[in-house]
């Protein structure tokens, strides 16, 4: 259900408390209803000529599988959480229903609040087929919610909920911790992260130049999908290699990064408009006074292992950084924390991977997947089991 005032907010609630046993979904009908759901969002895809939405409906084709394993995987019982309340951040459209699946399949009663910043007639738009998929039964149950300035929906909300979920940056973390007080028992917080690529020159310089425009394809898909704005994006590119395998690799690679055709010329020029007004933004505010690359609009700066240590990774969200290494030794000791996702470029050498996820130890990075899947959603981000967390286990006799 779509709801823009705090009357119908407060209804929706109390009759959602009030109607606990009537507005709980079972879990074969929960899953019934994905299935379904998944056929429609694909209609309206292809209707609306969406993409994105097509990529969301194979996350819930994926989620219904996942969930099933894990539920076969259980050895006592497990009953949802109860209220899920998720703030997700404005940085992808479709985010709030990347949210709400896990939550909606462990059978919780769902509270999903709207950016301010994101446009919601397409939110709108899905949010009137799901209420079709639910039937006036169980709409009340999933609730995607406005909010104004003054957060008064959200306070109310927060107060009533078991779990809460909020994505986006630090200060915007932090200002909701401190401003909105929560009787939840689980409060999660996915921060800001950034994410880099590791390439071997030696590997890349070996393969035909098909093979060569192909991983310059899917590096693009991980980067300008979302225009760098995910935090699964690769802002990092590592080059192993020595500096002669170095040099050739970049001179190669950002050669095809620049004449890839991945997107249409109106969309290009869309991205490359609001990477150049970050860049011009870097560089009036003399966070960046030269550039070594420059694609799609997007800066691209080479540093090496001891000033990429050194770095306040925040600098990421206007550039991207090109670093050389050979050591592993080097590597491990220069890496820095908060990298969620490693894409990397399959090579024939996958024991370097094994063996960097062991020296990096409790800072391995939380996804180490090949490039091309960086963008991909899971029911498991930055470590935590959705379906874990958003169920509690049950004990009885009964």
Not at 195 to 215: G, V
Not at 320 to 326: Q, S
Request: proline residues 3%; glycine residues 2%; charged residues 25%.
């Amino acid at each position: 259900m779509f709801i823009k005032d705090k009357e119908k907010l407060d209804f929706a609630l109390k009759f959602s408390l009030a109607n606990k046993a009537k507005t709980y979904i079972n879990q074969v009908k929960r899953i019934n209803k994905l299935k379904e759901l998944i056929e429609l969002f694909k209609k309206y895809a292809l209707k609306t000529k969406n993409p994105e939405i097509i990529d969301l409906c194979e996350f819930m084709k994926y989620s219904i599988e996942r969930y099933n394993l894990w539920v076969s995987s259980q050895k006592t019982a497990r009953i949802p959480k109860g209220i899920v309340y998720h703030i997700p951040s404005s940085n992808i459209l479709l985010m709030p229903f990347y949210t709400w699946i896990p939550s909606f399949l462990s059978g919780n009663i769902n509270l999903v609040r709207l950016s301010n910043s994101i446009q919601k007639k397409e939110i709108e738009n899905l949010v009137r087929i799901l209420d079709e998929v639910l039937g006036p039964d169980y709409q009340y149950s999933q609730i995607f919610f406005e909010d104004n300035s003054e957060n008064l929906h959200s306070s109310i909300v927060s107060m009533q909920c078991n779990v809460r979920i909020i994505w986006g940056n630090n200060n915007t973390i932090n200002e909701i911790k401190k401003n909105q007080q929560t009787n939840a028992s689980l409060d999660i917080a996915f921060r800001t992260r950034f994410s880099a690529a590791l390439i071997d020159c030696n590997y890349y310089l070996r393969k035909s130049l098909q093979d060569k425009e192909r991983f310059t394809k899917l590096f693009l898909n991980d980067s300008l999908n979302l225009s760098f704005k995910a935090c699964s994006s690769p802002h990092i590119i590592f080059f192993r290699g020595n500096k002669e395998e170095f040099a050739t690799t970049k001179k190669d690679f950002f050669k095809l990064l620049s004449s890839n055709k991945i997107k249409d010329n109106f969309e290009s020029g869309i991205i490359s408009t609001e990477n150049l007004l970050k860049t011009q933004k870097s560089i009036i505010d003399k966070k960046q006074n030269f550039v070594d690359e420059l694609i799609f609009g997007r800066l691209f700066i080479e540093k090496s292992l001891d000033e990429f240590s050194r770095m306040n990774l925040k600098d990421l969200d206007h550039t991207n950084c090109i670093i050389r290494f050979e050591s592993i030794k080097d590597f491990v000791n220069s890496w820095q924390k908060d990298i969620q996702t490693l894409t990397y470029l399959p090579t024939d050498n996958m024991e370097f991977l094994k063996k960097l996820k062991n020296e990096l130890a409790f800072e391995t990075p939380d996804r180490i997947v090949p490039i091309g899947n960086a963008l991909k959603f899971d029911v498991v981000w930055d470590g935590i089991n959705f379906f874990e967390v958003l169920t509690k286990q049950n004990i009885s006799d009964v």
